[in-house]
């Protein structure tokens, strides 16, 4: 075992009896305090050799407390994908894959992707090439006009023909006329057709001729990259704590890893445990440096693991480990009174969502909303709720009794007639008391179910928002979401081009705390029978 990329710890160290789960935020004390320690050396391991401050320079490290066969406890550092442009640095354990032969493969292969490369350029920039399709646009471009106005002038001459026909005195020998005029003009533009596709002939084989050899060199570089791509994905041999091997593409349904899967910190922390007889105790991730760019990443927090990647490929690696059940995915303990009727009637009922508990049911948790509703009213047939707060998020919600309900509510809903207000506590201060966030928000799709900001490919998100009251550096704030994109409030809240200022025990994009600090606080919509205008609220319980 490589001893330069393990650190003692001392001997009192307190140790968990369960190895915390890597998708809960808060670490395991010792994790906590191996992570510390990894902060202090962060500088004088990396040097001038990475940028953190620069533009997307955020990087998310781990550490994983691990104990020997001795028994002498300490942690292993590691480092998600490369740092500074190398995959290995001094102090921190190695990637999962093989270095020298992964520098070997795509050595080779990018020699042949420049070279394809350099073949398609040379074909598309040949001035022959060049002048054909110009030449060939400029025809087409003509050919078109030239059918447009034809089209025009026989529309023309058929609505004159309509005209003619509509006449009272008109003879049978007169719309026999017509209709031969009709039947002219469709041979005259076919005819049209036919000559100028015969005019262009030639110049478009020239040009097909050339565009088949650049399509076919395109083809084999895709094909070419994609069994490169492959082969540096046999790559990663994963190893679990028995020593059983597997190959990472198998993990994935399609054969085929998202991208960055089987670079995660935790990743390499526990193949480095598993390879030399170390038994995982505790894990830690934290990111370190600039916010990434259209996420939301805040320098020495901690993170979990990535559940796209790192939730599929961890319960191999950390196979015979007891590893404790997340908390998101932990059974709520809310007895049946739960959740409490604020209204109901014939068509409706309005609900008070405690926090912790689903709205609807999950993967792996099955109790809800959804489900408790269903058996409170068994009579109703369908779907009974009309929208979603997160699990962590409390507060009013409407479920539909019957079907006819549940089309109305849900057409208040699309055209935004019902109205919606949160209060929440924001960690910080927000100094503009009042105002709006417009942040366009997609899914995180190596991190589901985080959301991130995206111009190019967001939907669109309007929040407005009313500061309430500041006590002791926080915030409390009233949102009213003009949309309700998944995480809006959260996102909005959060990002430094929103409020800059987390949600108050925000898990994914701020400080865990017992609860988030978000409420639902009031509702008001039509009644979908009598249409009478009714609001529902209740207090936020922090």
């Known amino acids: ?289 600039a916010s990434p760019v259209g996420g939301l990443r805040q320098h020495g927090r901690y993170y979990p693991s990535c559940r796209s990647r790192c939730r599929v490929l961890l319960p191999f690696l950390l196979g015979g480990v007891d590893v404790a059940i997340p908390r998101h995915e932990q059974l709520p303990d809310f007895s049946a009174e739960y959740p409490r009727t604020i209204h109901e009637d014939d068509d409706i009922v309005v609900v008070d969502k405690p926090a912790g508990l689903l709205s609807v049911p999950g993967k792996v948790l099955t109790d809800s909303i959804e489900t408790r509703l269903k058996a409170r009213y068994p009579e109703v047939a369908g779907v009974m709720l009309l929208h979603r707060l997160d699990q962590a998020t409390s507060g009013v919600m409407i479920a539909a009794r019957n079907p006819r309900a549940y089309k109305i509510l849900q057409h208040q809903f699309q055209d935004r007639v019902i109205e919606k207000e949160y209060v929440a506590v924001l960690d910080g201060i927000v100094e503009q008391e009042h105002g709006e966030i417009k942040l366009p928000l997609r899914v995180d799709i190596y991190d589901r179910p985080r959301q991130i900001v995206c111009a190019e490919r967001g939907k669109a998100a309007l929040t407005r928002y009313s500061v309430i009251s500041y006590h002791e550096g926080t915030t409390r704030v009233a949102f009213y979401p003009h949309t309700g994109r998944t995480h809006q409030l959260r996102v909005h809240a959060a990002h430094p081009e929103g409020l800059d200022c987390p949600i108050l025990g925000d898990e994914l994009y701020g400080r865990p705390l017992e609860r988030m600090h978000l409420h639902a606080q009031r509702l008001t919509f039509d009644h979908p029978v009598t249409g009478r205008r009714m609001s529902f609220s209740t207090e936020a319980p922090f």
């Open 1 to 289: 075992m490589n001893t330069d990329v393990f650190y003692s710890l001392p001997p009192d160290a307190e140790l968990p009896d369960i190895f915390s789960s890597p998708f809960d935020v808060l670490p395991h004390a010792v994790a906590e305090q191996a992570a510390s320690s990894l902060k202090l050396r962060i500088s004088d391991l990396c040097g001038d050799a990475h940028h953190f401050d620069a533009p997307d320079g955020g990087k998310m490290f781990g550490v994983l407390v691990v104990r020997k066969i001795t028994g002498e406890v300490g942690y292993l550092s590691a480092f998600s994908g490369m740092l500074g442009g190398r995959w290995r640095r001094n102090g921190f354990v190695d990637p999962v894959f093989n270095v020298e032969q992964r520098r070997s493969v795509l050595a080779e292969g990018e020699r042949f992707v420049v070279e394809l490369s350099r073949k398609i350029d040379l074909l598309q920039s040949a001035p022959g090439f060049i002048e054909i399709s110009r030449k060939l646009e400029r025809l087409d471009a003509e050919n078109l006009d030239t059918l447009a106005t034809t089209r025009a002038k026989h529309a023309q001459r058929k609505q004159q023909r309509r005209l003619q026909r509509e006449h009272k005195g008109i003879t049978p020998a007169q719309l026999e006329l017509l209709a031969n005029l009709s039947r002219k003009d469709k041979v005259e533009f076919k005819t049209l057709q036919i000559h100028l596709k015969e005019q262009s002939a030639d110049l478009r084989s020239h040009w097909t001729q050339a565009h088949k050899q650049i399509e076919a060199l395109k083809q084999q570089r895709k094909e070419y990259s994609h069994d490169l791509q492959a082969e540096l994905f046999d790559g990663y041999q994963l190893q679990s704590a028995d020593t059983t091997t597997r190959a990472m593409a198998g993990f994935f349904k399609t054969g085929y890893p998202p991208s960055g899967a089987g670079d995660c910190a935790a990743i390499k922390l526990v193949q480095y445990a598993n390879q030399h007889q170390l038994q995982p105790v505790a894990l830690a991730e934290f990111w370190w440096g």
